[in-house]
């Protein structure tokens, strides 16, 4: 097994799912004992991180939690934490727990390990499908005003492809809200996403595909509101010595700078301060309209940070659908170290 990614051969990409369903396909594992399942493909680990994408970690925890609960019962709000960096050279078991089986409320932990080692653990609460009385308490943060829906970048979409890229959902960000501001917690950034293609599963899958797409781009706002160089150090090889996709990632790379503001300075010659390392701890998401969303159409989601120090940084989102519905609230704590000049070095004379 030493050598594989997945326990089981992964099956033909089916045509009429999504891709995020594709991605997120589970194997029960049935044989060995109840409720422990393994992906079924790959999992995508991103360029430069330190291991595999956590939102896929998160969502197939979810949606193997999901298969154990009445199908009257909707996840309500799950709290992770990542453990290890996972390997995406090394298959993934999810062991679902039973903790309580209530009449309102039903909960669940998941542990996912490879090795043997847990690398997330999560503890999610299901409620039963309109169990909240007749007369409920309601209120909702409301979609900010004036935002027009994305413009697809036909360029960066071009070159997402030609770098074999196969992100299951898509997102546009747009500029951060009071960037001149001195006070970082004053600032939000902002962005639109949603799955590629049509969810062809019910109400569960999409609520796995949210759980995917909300860990993208979440500690970074940290990063953002800071203004830190977050992109390494520019490449100092010739044009004649690049290969056509040097080129291509170079170009794709320009236009992600160009994404974050960084237009007129693509090469920190204003010597920001640069990250270190930023990793994410922990995850927490509530779902607050579990079953009126689509997560194929476009959702704004709106971050900020309320503080950083010590090495981390607290992060906060708010979901919407584009007709100004909150599905979901997030929050995650991170590491976001600066990084820092190596000591020099003492003289053996």
């Given at each position: ?6 326990l ?68 309500h ?27 309102s ?21 299901f ?51 009071n ?80 994404q ?44 900020s ?45």
């Open positions: 097994m030493a050598d594989r990614r997945t089981v051969k992964p099956p033909p990409i089916d045509p009429s799912k999504s891709d995020i369903e594709n991605v997120l396909e589970l194997r029960e594992l049935s044989a060995i004992a109840p409720d422990i399942f393994t992906n079924a493909r790959p999992l995508w680990h991103p360029p430069g991180a330190r291991g595999i994408y956590g939102g896929a970690v998160i969502a197939q925890c979810l949606a193997a939690a999901q298969k154990t609960v009445p199908s009257n019962f909707t996840i709000s799950m709290h992770c934490y990542f453990v290890l960096a996972g390997d995406s050279e090394t298959p993934v078991m999810y062991y679902v727990e039973h903790v309580r089986e209530g009449k409320f039903a909960t669940r932990t998941v542990q996912a390990r490879q090795r043997g080692k847990c690398i997330f653990t999560t503890t999610m609460s409620v039963r499908e309109n169990s909240g009385g007749t007369k409920p308490v309601s209120h909702a943060v409301h979609l900010p005003e004036n935002i027009k829906l994305p413009i697809q970048d036909a360029e960066m979409e071009e070159l997402e492809k030609k770098l074999g890229g196969n992100s299951p959902f898509t997102s546009y960000r747009i500029e951060i809200l960037s001149g501001s001195k006070s970082p917690h004053e600032k939000r950034t902002r962005q639109w996403i949603k799955a590629r293609g049509s969810i062809s599963g019910g109400y569960q899958e999409h609520l796995s595909a949210l759980a995917y797409m909300s860990d993208s781009y979440f500690i970074g706002t940290v990063s953002r509101i800071h203004d830190l160089w977050r992109f390494g150090a520019p490449t100092n090889l010739k044009e004649e010595t690049e290969t056509d996709e040097m080129k291509i990632r170079k170009r794709y790379v320009e236009k992600l700078k160009e974050e503001g960084y237009a007129e300075d693509l090469h920190n010659k204003e010597k920001r301060p640069e990250i270190g390392m930023m990793v994410s701890l922990d995850h927490s998401i509530y779902f607050h309209e579990p079953r009126r969303f689509r997560a194929d159409e476009w959702m704004f989601s709106e971050m940070s309320p503080w950083s120090g010590d090495g981390r940084g607290v992060v906060t989102q708010h979901m919407f659908t584009k007709d100004g519905t909150l599905v979901a609230t997030c929050f995650q704590e991170g590491v976001v170290r600066l990084k820092e000049e190596p000591l020099p070095t003492k003289s053996n004379l």
